[in-house]
Each structure stands twice: as structure tokens, then as C-alpha cells.
């Protein structure tokens, strides 16, 4: 081999060399984390991720930069809920305001401060765990990634968690924020007349709201009248829609049944229009005075009857026009159920000389609980809260005058709706959400895990 060539072959190898990368220390991993969690980007930087570092530099100085301003106040306004409530003062010969301490409005930016520091605290983690798997790439020999390469990355492998990020945020702080902002103030004496800022301070009272709807007279005979009657209503409307929906179904799929098509289509009907319309429909037909169901009575010969203005016959019209838009609900997803079932297993039932009692009852109406069971369980929570139906029909009415801001009609929610818009009790309503979370998410977990459908899941499992 000539010199020559063998000096070639020395610098392509050389060259070889120089452009492989060359194997980092064994500790690179665990330096570049904790130079990251000095502060971000500083890992990053130790990695030769050089616009990466500097980017999330560039991030945490504006993420410091608020928290430091905002985080003191945000926690002091949390902790006292102000201490100036704003007052009328003589300036001269004119009064003027003087903006204080709005205990409301601290809450609300104490929370977003503290979800901000959380999303802070979060994406600190995220850098760190960063830094420490691309330095220990770096130690196998690895070439880290450059910051085109490491956009190629996240679009290819992580565009997922990317398109998940913004809606995450805003569910973030606009529905778990204000879920939280509900429960706290559920823990204040924010109600009229004597704690509604700005000219009132808010203050903390523990646990007293849930004593006083328990235990205190003027509130507590409301909450477990009306307790029973949301009780009594979910499992009445539940049942109701539940077991007519089925009847229906079975009657529309009957054989030598003519124009099922047609039948479906009727009974949809009432379903597909606008629940609002159909109720304020109902609630004239079911007029005392001038309603059309009472005239039609009287032309028989039959008394009016009180149908919105008597508490016993309210409660039963609520019921009846929640049928009238529950029961093609339940229909269609029987209907659809109906055809799945194999028909060998009613031809095997008629060999074995089943009736068609025996038949609905050993091969129907378990298919029928087995698919629908969960979907039957979300109604009842569904009922419990159905504040169209009692809001739009009867308003809570007829009034009662053993309640606290509430009517013979009024489930929990509709009776929160008027404490809060009507009242400006916040504190019992806040409090009133949070019994009906317990009371629908308890039952909704235990009725749950008795069924069938979730015994063979778990099975699977």
C-alpha cells in the first residue's frame, strides 16, 4: 500500500471519528437534571440542546416573574378574604368611593394564581425528566436531538399530548376552577344581607353552612323535604321512563305489527323537539283555569283539577310530562338492543315450549338490563339533577310555606338556582352542591358496581 493511500485512509477515518458522537460522561443524565431543576434550560443548554435551553429559560423568567407579584397577595387574600371592605368617604364637599378588599374577587385570583403554579410545578418536572433522558442518551453515545429534530419528534410521536394541551388548560380553569371555587365557598358566610362585598368582607366559617341545612330548623326542615322529593322524584321519573320505554319498544316490535316505521316515528316525536318548547306547551295544557285538558274534563262532566296549583297534583304532572319526553329515550335504545339478540335463542325457548311470559323474562329483559344497565343508572343521576322539567313546568310551585326559599315541587337543584340568582344565599347553595355531588356520584359508584356489566368487565380485567 502506497503512502499515499494509506494517509487517506488515515484521514476518512479520522473525519469518521470526528463527526461520530462522542460518548458523554455516565453521570451527564443525573448532571443535566439537577442543573435543569436550578433552572430551566440549563440542562438543555449542558445537552447542546441550545434553543431548547434558551426557550424554557425564556419560560420560567415570565413564570417567575408572575408568581413572584401575584403568589404573596393570591395566598394572604386566600388565608384573611380582605380586610377594608370598600367605603363611602367624604372628599371635599362630594362622597366618594373607596375601592377596598372584594373577598370574592381575592378567591377567584388566589385560585388561578395557585392552578398557575401547579401548571408551573408540572412542566418543571416535565424539563427535569427531560434533561435526564436525553443525558443519558448522551452517555450511550447517543446524538441528541436539535431543535428541528426534537419539533419532528413531538409531531410524530407526541402530537397527541400537544393537540390535548389547550383544552386541557381550559378545562383546567374554566371547570375544575370553578368546581373549586364553588366547594370554598361553601365554607364562607357569602349570603345576603350582611356578606356581599364590595361593601361587605366574606369571612371563613368551617363547617357551619352543613350544620345549619342538618341541624338548624329554619334550613333543615327545607333540605330533607326537599332531600325526600329529589329521592322520590329520580326514582319515580327513572322507573317510569325506564319500564315505558320498554313496554313501548316491545309493543312497536311485535311481530305482525303494520307501519312500525311509522310508530317509531310518533313516538320520537316529542323527544326530537326542544324540551323547553314541549314543556311551556304542557304547562299551559295543564293550566287550572284556562288549560285545554281541564275544558275537555269539564265537556265529560268531570271536575277541573288543580294540575299545577296543588302540591300533590303537581308533583304528579311533573311526572307525567317527564314521561311524555323520557319514554322515546328508552324506546330507541331497547329498539336497537332488540335487534341484536339472536333469534336461535327464542326458536330454542319455543322448542322447549317457553310462553312468552317465560321468554321475556329468562331472554329479553336480561339482555335488556345488561346493555342498559349503566345507561339506566346515569338517568336516575340525570333525574336527580333534571332541572328543565321542575324550572320550566311548575317553577318549584305551588309554594310552601313550612320552606325556606323553596316550593313543594323543588328538587335540590331548582331550590340551589333560587338561593343563589333569586336570594343571593351562596354559602347554603355552594353547600347544596356538594351534598348532591356526594348523594349522586355514592349512589351512581355503588349501583354501578352491582351490575352485571361491571362484574364481567372486571372478569375481562
Not at 67 to 76: D, S, T, V
Not at 236 to 247: E, P, S
Not at 303 to 319: I, M, R, Y
Request: net charge positive; with cysteine.
Amino acid at each position: 500500500m502506497s503512502t499515499r493511500q494509506q494517509a487517506s485512509m488515515n484521514g476518512e477515518a479520522s473525519q469518521r471519528t470526528q463527526e461520530a458522537p462522542q460518548p458523554a460522561s455516565g453521570n451527564s443524565g443525573a448532571i443535566a437534571a439537577v442543573l435543569s431543576g436550578v433552572f430551566w434550560g440549563l440542562g438543555q443548554l449542558f445537552n447542546r440542546q441550545y434553543l431548547k435551553g434558551i426557550l424554557f429559560m425564556v419560560f420560567e423568567a415570565v413564570g417567575l416573574f408572575y408568581l413572584i407579584n401575584n403568589l404573596p397577595r393570591a395566598i394572604w387574600g386566600l388565608y384573611t378574604l380582605g380586610e377594608t371592605p370598600s367605603q363611602m368617604m367624604k372628599v371635599g364637599k362630594l362622597y366618594k368611593m373607596v375601592p377596598g378588599d372584594h373577598s370574592i374577587h381575592l378567591i377567584i385570583k388566589g385560585l388561578i394564581t395557585l392552578l398557575v403554579l401547579f401548571v408551573f410545578i408540572w412542566v418543571y418536572v416535565l424539563i427535569v425528566k427531560d434533561a435526564l433522558a436525553v443525558g443519558r442518551a448522551r452517555a450511550k453515545g447517543d446524538k441528541p436531538n436539535n431543535f428541528l429534530q426534537s419539533l419532528v419528534y413531538v409531531q410524530e410521536h407526541k402530537f397527541a399530548y400537544l393537540f390535548l394541551a389547550l383544552p386541557t388548560a381550559a378545562v383546567l380553569f374554566f371547570t375544575i376552577m370553578p368546581i373549586i371555587f364553588m366547594i370554598l365557598l361553601a365554607f364562607t358566610n357569602y349570603s345576603a344581607p350582611d356578606h356581599i362585598p364590595p361593601a361587605k368582607l366574606v369571612d371563613w366559617v368551617g363547617f357551619q353552612n352543613f350544620v345549619d341545612l342538618l341541624q338548624l330548623g329554619t334550613w333543615s326542615g327545607t333540605f330533607y323535604g326537599v332531600l325526600t322529593w329529589t329521592i322520590i322524584w329520580a326514582i319515580l321519573a327513572t322507573v317510569t321512563c325506564y319500564f315505558g320505554g320498554i313496554l313501548v319498544a316491545l309493543l312497536v316490535q311485535q311481530a305482525g305489527i303494520k307501519f312500525k316505521t311509522m310508530w317509531r316515528t310518533i313516538f320520537i316525536i316529542p323527544y326530537a323537539i326542544p324540551q323547553m318548547l314541549s314543556f311551556l306547551i304542557m304547562r299551559n295544557m295543564f293550566n287550572g283555569e284556562f288549560g285545554p285538558i281541564n275544558q275537555y274534563l269539564s265537556y265529560f262532566g268531570l271536575g277541573k283539577l288543580p294540575w299545577l296549583s296543588d302540591p300533590f297534583w303537581a308533583k304528579v304532572t311533573v311526572l307525567l310530562v317527564n314521561m311524555w319526553v323520557g319514554i322515546p329515550v328508552t324506546m330507541v335504545l331497547v329498539i336497537g338492543i332488540l335487534t341484536t339478540i339472536p333469534r336461535d335463542m327464542y326458536e330454542a325457548a319455543d322448542v322447549d315450549g317457553a310462553t312468552a311470559w317465560h321468554k321475556f323474562k329468562a331472554i329479553t329483559m336480561p339482555m335488556i338490563l345488561y346493555s342498559t344497565a349503566p345507561i339506566l343508572i346515569g338517568q336516575f343521576a340525570g333525574n336527580i339533577n333534571n332541572f328543565n322539567v321542575i324550572f320550566l313546568m311548575t317553577n318549584g310551585n305551588p309554594p310552601n310555606g313550612e320552606y325556606q326559599y323553596a316550593g313543594s315541587t323543588d328538587l335540590l337543584v331548582t331550590w340551589l338556582y333560587k338561593l343563589t340568582l333569586d336570594n343571593n344565599k351562596f354559602n347554603i347553595a355552594a353547600a347544596i352542591g356538594i351534598i348532591i355531588f356526594i348523594i349522586v356520584a355514592s349512589l351512581s359508584i355503588w349501583s354501578y358496581r352491582r351490575t352485571r356489566s361491571f362484574r364481567e368487565e372486571d372478569m375481562i380485567q
